[in-house]
């Protein structure tokens, strides 16, 4: 499949052996388990709690390629509450959507999408015994193999990269709605292109995704450049509270803020506005890493971190019960939000990169 990638793309396949991507072996035998389907065969497709792009993107353009193949019985769902951000209500492929509470209780196959490790299952984690098989494709490096067949590559940018690979090698073709879910999956993971993970390949895949007659400019305004007005002010509040201390992490420097649940209620807003809250605080000039706390309860948040190069925050959120990428990861807080940060501050002198960076 990355034939067309001349020397460069074999020299690239190499190196994937080497880092545990997935092996021949490993294609054949999630292939096998798709095609070896009983003609009535049940599919439960299971993503990451608090779904975000890649998460439900990879999911549903599998689950609609599935569809394609001729597989009736497909399910999809993801655990808590069955709420698809906004942001991404308009994915092609949600009526394969059932809440957790409804989802086949013993599937002949589950696959799981863009979950680093077990415990982002949430309640969903049983299906990985009562189902026939497990199935999990994933691209964190972090990823604990928790199926009976695994497709974790971690040179890939996006979970979408892994299904599409597999969705080729069943034979199915690319359409116009599978290629909406697996851009906006491969959009979300790149940062719109902009992070380090955009390689040839990347592009390569987007042209091939574009060529099907998407529409880039109006998937991008749904899916990052909307957002209710109450957001629009959540967001100065909650802005207008960062700092910044220059001197964290070996003086690479460290931004954070925080939103607590009050936050949201005072500006009608859901949660998931402050996924892209991040964003704007990660372009701090002085700070390579940057946090974001979330209230989820009394005394528990969602953190998220980034960093431009200088600290492998991957390794901060291992240390403190979470996971992710290299330059970008997060894990569940207890305390208070100052509480909290002193922790992460504990960790980042043992976190940070030599200067060359990557
Ligand atoms: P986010 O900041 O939520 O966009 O997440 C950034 C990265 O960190 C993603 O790859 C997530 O999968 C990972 N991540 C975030 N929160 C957690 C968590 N509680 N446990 C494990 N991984 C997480
Ligand atoms: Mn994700
Ligand atoms: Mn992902």
Request: a negative charge; proline letters at 6%.
């Amino acid at each position: 499949m990355t034939g067309a990638a001349g020397s460069a793309g074999a020299v690239v396949e190499a190196a994937r052996v080497d880092d545990g991507g997935p092996g021949d072996a490993d294609w054949a035998a999630a292939e096998a388990l798709i095609r070896e389907l009983p003609p009535d065969g049940r599919v439960l497709l299971v993503c990451h709690v608090n779904p975000d792009g890649d998460a439900l993107g990879s999911m549903l353009g599998f689950g609609l390629g599935l569809r394609r193949r001729g597989v009736r019985r497909i399910q999809a769902t993801f655990p808590g509450p069955p709420e698809v951000p906004e942001p991404l209500r308009g994915l092609p492929g949600l009526d394969l959507l059932v809440p957790s509470t409804a989802a086949y209780p013993d599937p002949d196959l589950v696959i799981c999408f863009d979950a680093a490790s077990e415990s982002r299952l949430g309640e969903l984690v049983d299906r990985l015994d009562t189902a026939g098989a497990a199935l999990v494709l994933d691209h964190h490096a972090s990823n604990t193999r928790f199926g009976g067949v695994n497709l974790v590559d971690p040179h890939a940018a996006a979970t979408s990269v892994v299904a599409e690979q597999l969705l080729a090698r069943l034979g199915v073709a690319l359409d116009v709605e599978i290629a909406e879910c697996l851009y906006v999956a491969l959009t979300t993971d790149t940062g719109s292109f902009r992070f380090e993970a955009t390689t040839p390949a990347v592009h390569h895949l987007a042209a091939r995704l574009l060529a099907t007659g998407i529409r880039p400019g109006d998937i991008s305004r749904r899916v990052f450049d909307t957002r209710p007005f109450g957001a629009v002010r959540l967001f100065g509040e909650v802005l207008g509270r960062a700092r910044l201390d220059v001197s964290a992490a070996g003086g690479r420097g460290l931004v954070w803020t925080w939103a607590t649940q009050d936050d949201l209620a005072r500006h009608d807003q859901r949660p998931y506005v402050l996924e892209a809250l991040i964003d704007s605080v990660r372009c701090t000039a002085e700070a390579d890493v940057s946090c974001v706390l979330k209230q989820t309860g009394p005394a528990e948040w969602a953190v998220s971190m980034r960093s431009k190069g200088g600290v492998d925050v991957s390794r901060v959120a291992v240390a403190l019960g979470g996971g992710g990428h290299r330059f970008a990861a997060g894990f569940t807080g207890r305390g208070t939000a100052d509480e909290v940060v002193e922790r992460i501050r504990g960790q980042l002198d043992g976190a940070l990169l030599p200067a060359t960076g990557a």
